[in-house]
């Protein structure tokens, strides 16, 4: 039997991607994807749309999200696989993450005008898809329709990083509390490419140790985030770590991704998918 795909990791206009909850479900079935998770920043709200679209689509369906989360004063990204939406206490959890965004996006817009670069915030509204959740990523398409950036890379390099001109500290979720409410909602929690954080090896060691004694569950290992290099040390640092391994595209849309669907390597051998229970 063919080797299912598997891509756990995307984005839908219920946060940051482009593309509907159901297109995006439709381009990954013609891609050649098997097994399909749509992973909203913070939000549930594209799971219902997306799930139907992907049994239309003949797809396998895993229901998640990508939550924010500060641990030691930065940003990491933990995705949920597996979780029931309707679940209380996750749904209250991800709403507050996304409430903070609104003052945070506010904040971002004051940062950019005292740069030079006025009316941001009304600029990234045109740009935001759901009335639910604003994201930097709203702001670097109005930056580069504005002709201040080149591209998305280039607006958050030179705008909406750490300690550039419209990029504002925000404490997100702690990771306790993210682990907590993605297996209180029956989820699988997997660290987010964990290639693209600016931590240190030792850093980076602290953070899937703590991980994983909080009961974490995976690592996302193959992302377009990652070198064919990291791979292979991802692999290994989940199986000393003892924790599974996951993939996916983070697909935010058409001409905005490395990868669109269908074209992840396999995962490493000798990794535990972590779909190998489901
Ligand atoms: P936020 O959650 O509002 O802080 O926004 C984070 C999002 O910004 C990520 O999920 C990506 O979609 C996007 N992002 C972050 N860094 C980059 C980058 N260098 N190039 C393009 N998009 C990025
Ligand atoms: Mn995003
Ligand atoms: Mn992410
Ligand atoms: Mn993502």
């Known amino acids: 039997m063919r080797m299912l795909r598997y891509d756990l990791h995307c984005h839908s206009t219920r946060s940051d991607g482009l593309l509907t909850p159901a297109a995006v479900m439709h381009r990954a079935a013609a891609g050649g994807v ?3 998770a749509l992973t909203d920043h913070d939000e549930v709200a594209g799971l219902a749309e997306a799930r139907d679209a992907a049994h239309e689509a003949g797809l396998q369906f ?7 989360v500060t641990w030691r004063g930065d940003t990491v990204h933990i995705v949920a696989l597996g979780i029931d939406p309707q679940n209380e206490p996750l749904a209250a959890g991800l709403a507050d993450v996304r409430a903070g965004r609104d003052a945070r996006a506010r904040r971002i817009g004051d940062a950019l005008a005292h740069a030079g670069i006025p009316d941001a915030l009304e600029g990234a509204l045109t ?9 930097r990523t709203h702001f ?14 280039d607006a958050f390099k030179r705008y909406l990083t750490t300690g550039k001109p419209g990029y504002v ?3 997100w979720a702690s990771l306790a509390d993210a682990l ?6 029956g989820g699988q929690a ?3 490419h964990p290639g693209r954080y600016k931590l240190t090896t030792a850093q980076l060691r602290a953070l899937i140790a703590e991980f994983r004694d909080l009961g974490g569950d995976a690592l996302e290992i193959v992302s377009p985030s990652h070198t064919t290099q990291q791979y292979s ?8 770590h003892g924790l599974k391994g996951s993939c996916g595209t983070d697909f935010h849309g058409p001409g905005e991704s490395r990868m669109d669907f269908g074209e992840l390597p396999p995962l490493p051998v000798g990794v535990d998918p972590v779909w190998n229970a489901w």
Request: charged residues 20%; glycine residues 6%; without cysteine.
């Open 62 to 68: 895993v229901p998640g999200s990508e939550l924010s």
């Open 34 to 36: 098997d097994v399909v």
């Open 127 to 135: 740009y935001v898809t759901s009335e639910r959740l604003i994201s």
């Open 169 to 171: 500290p925000h404490a």
């Open 190 to 192: 997997v660290i987010a």
């Open 140 to 153: 670097a398409r109005y930056l580069v329709e504005t002709g201040h950036v080149r591209d998305l890379k």
């Open 180 to 185: 907590q409410w993605i297996h209180g909602a």
């Open 233 to 240: 040390d991802f692999a290994a640092l989940a199986r000393t």
